[in-house]
């Protein structure tokens, strides 16, 4: 959704030049996340003035806007300085420059706050807030957050307790709904708060010198926050400070992000902030304080990790698109998947993040799929297969209508929570409410550290690498692969099933050779989404089986970057309502691979020539039944289960093509967002 960078300096000369580029640079890595407007807060020629600048459009557009003032000294070396900028996706208030943030809390700019997330609560502090007088600038639900600040600050001046730590924590107990944010202060100069609750947030550390421990210890409160001027008790005697070896304050700069892509071209070592994780920066040092009381389960300590991703994986490269770049990178990023975890030569498969659960789940009632968008899809094209090898019932959940529904959930059900981005803001919900329940809950993600991947007690990462468009392409693949291989460990004590399990094994090893014959045919399907499906205002999709989800992924893609009307059609309910769609000028895509379901979509077939229809289909090479009078798209023959990443791939291709062919934005397609972290 929206993103966070911050950057802080401690005792590392920088000019506003290059603290600036900093900024922009954080905020042109996050632009995949789709935004609306962006801005950034500096510092300005004192610790008591702040700087703000905000743009409508693109972080381009913002650069151009900072580098036209002329009033702006960009030679101006500071030994310390904490800065944040933020690209927003509008969700309360139009897009436009008053409700960009940073959102401040007066015109002096006392309280200066950016913000992810949705304050759901916000309606009512903003009443409160107006009636004591306070004064809004726009309309958003992130400016009540600074406001606030200012209030508790202004009613709790002159307290000894008050320090930026235990302020942020009384205005984050007055919050609800899902945040991560950063904020700085004037009565604070050279400090941050950062926090978060549902919405992902790490901080990045670069130092000249080796630290002196590779974590940092959290200060537990003895309760619950109920006034600022109520002292916490600290559980450790002191916080282990950000220390060279030789124990002596040192050069240090953190990086703060609500994505990796933004820090790992300053540093690898990382930390991922956990809900209600309060951190103050402060002098180079950072403490990490809990806004809530310690239930027994929380670490008491965040581990400095290292990064894994490379600057030049979430470059372009010479790719046009990321999407383009991401659908031909398939081959690699679904043999990432399998590395490590398949044995061709025993046909035998280990996810090591399912070892100690395998008992468990192969005796559970009942296994629960539940995910949003293309990670649904990708839940949905692998159903079948999972009921089949592990003979275990099986059932697919949109997170959100699970979550409308109440859905009951028992202690001897397995959940698997399937995100790329670990933070899909509905299924963490949906988590939460399993976990409640005592279900033991799976995940399955593309992000470290994400809150499915913590929050989950076991899962499997799928390895993709990142994925910057917003249309997902390889991890949709890379999750369809994952999925398939936590069924054949699952089923890998059934006797009867060997000779399956060893079809599959085999057709897995020879998917990225399948993948690359399919990813040949791209000029093909760029002249015939330029010659037939250009000018069209709707398209039918259809097949049946484990082509179903492939249907239905197919047409999100095309809706979600051309903007074309697309409906993936199950071909078994052609008869019950959409057979009155179609006639000749009606494009229909019909998925006829070669399956024990190839007779029934036959007769689909029949159907919908009967009427007029004039067909592309997607079928085998070496299918030699199709008459010549169809357009077709041919994909090599994998074993049924694995057929349906084969005859995705073409149709990616197509979305992206039509896409192109209609000079939209391909890797920003219009009112959407990669990590949906709001419900």
């Not at 991922?272 to 994780?277: C, K, N, P, S, W």
């Not at 095309?558 to 199950?570: A, D």
């Not at 093509?657 to 972290?677: E, I, W």
Request: hydrophobic residues 40%.
């Amino acid at each position: 959704m929206c993103g966070i960078f911050a950057y802080l300096n401690y005792l590392v000369e920088k000019d506003r030049r290059e603290i600036i580029k900093n900024l922009l640079t954080g905020l042109s890595r996050l632009e995949y996340r789709g935004y609306d407007s962006a801005g950034i807060a500096i510092d300005g020629e004192s610790e008591t003035d702040v700087l703000l600048f905000k743009q409508v459009g693109k972080v381009a557009a913002l650069k151009a806007k900072i580098d036209a003032d002329t009033n702006l000294n960009f030679d101006k070396k500071f030994m310390s300085h904490v800065s944040m900028a933020h690209t927003r996706w509008a969700t309360h208030g139009q897009p436009s420059e008053r409700n960009s943030h940073p959102h401040r809390s007066d015109p002096k700019s006392e309280f200066t706050v950016v913000h992810n997330g949705i304050i759901t609560n916000y309606k009512e502090l903003r009443t409160l807030l107006e009636k004591k007088g306070y004064q809004f600038e726009s309309d958003t639900d992130t400016e009540c957050i600074a406001k606030l600040a200012k209030y508790v600050y202004d009613s709790q001046k002159g307290s000894k307790f008050l320090s930026f730590t235990n302020l942020i924590k009384a205005v984050c107990k007055e919050l609800e709904g899902a945040f991560a944010m950063l904020l700085k202060s004037t009565h604070y100069p050279n400090e941050m708060i950062a926090t978060r609750r549902g919405s992902p947030l790490l901080i990045g550390v670069r130092t000249a010198k080796k630290l002196k421990v590779d974590f940092v210890d959290v200060e537990f409160g003895a309760g619950d926050i109920t006034a600022v001027s109520a002292e916490p008790a600290v559980k450790r005697d002191q916080s282990r400070a950000f220390l060279s070896e030789d124990g002596l304050p040192q050069q240090i700069e953190y990086f703060l992000a609500s994505d990796p892509s933004a820090i790992v071209e300053h540093t690898k070592r990382v930390l991922y902030l956990e809900d209600d994780d309060i951190a103050h920066i402060n002098e180079g040092e950072l403490h990490i304080h809990r806004l809530r009381r310690d239930d027994g389960n929380q670490s008491s300590f965040r581990t400095i990790q290292t990064l894994e991703m490379e600057l030049a994986e979430i470059m372009k490269g010479s790719f046009d698109h990321f999407m383009q770049k991401e659908i031909y990178e398939q081959p690699e990023s679904v043999v990432n998947t399998m590395r490590g975890r398949v044995n061709f030569e025993e046909n035998k498969v280990t996810l090591g993040g399912l070892k100690q659960y395998l008992a468990t789940i192969r005796r559970c009632r009942r296994i629960l799929f539940v995910a949003c968008g293309t990670s649904f899809h990708s839940c949905l094209a692998t159903r079948a297969i999972f009921e089949e090898l592990t003979e275990i019932p099986c059932q697919g959940e949109l997170a959100s209508d699970f979550l409308d529904r109440k859905t009951p959930i028992f202690r001897d059900d397995v959940c698997v929570f399937v995100s790329q981005s670990g933070e899909t803001a509905d299924t963490i919900l949906a988590l939460r409410y399993c976990l409640e329940r005592g279900a033991l809950c799976v995940g399955v993600t593309n992000t470290v550290g994400s809150s499915i991947s913590r929050e989950t007690q076991c899962g499997i990462h799928i390895n993709a690498g990142p994925e910057i468009g917003v249309a997902s392409t390889k991890a949709y693949t890379s999750q369809y692969v994952a999925l398939i291989l936590m069924a054949l460990q699952l089923s890998e004590d059934k006797i009867s099933l060997m000779e399956r399990r060893k079809q599959i094994i085999n057709d897995l090893y020879e998917l990225p050779r399948y993948i690359k014959e399919t990813l040949a045919i791209d000029a093909s399907l760029k002249q015939l989404a330029k010659d037939v499906l250009h000018k069209e205002k709707s398209l039918l999709i259809m097949g049946r089986g484990y082509q179903n989800a492939t249907c239905l992924e197919a047409a999100l893609k095309i809706k979600e970057v051309s903007y074309m009307h697309s409906e993936g059609i199950l071909a078994g309910e052609l008869k019950h309502g959409p057979l009155a769609l179609i006639d000749e000028n009606m494009p229909v895509i019909l998925i006829m691979t070669k399956d024990s379901l190839y007779p029934k979509v036959q007769s689909a077939l029949q159907q919908v020539t009967a009427r007029k229809g004039r067909p592309i289909i997607i079928c085998n090479k070496d299918d030699t039944g199709i008459s010549a009078d169809f357009k077709t798209i041919r994909v090599p023959q994998a074993v049924d289960c694995l057929q349906g990443i084969l005859t995705i791939i073409p149709l990616q291709l197509l979305s992206y093509h039509l896409a192109c062919l209609n000079g939209v934005d391909v890797d920003f397609p219009r009112n959407l967002a990669k990590s949906v972290t709001v419900e």
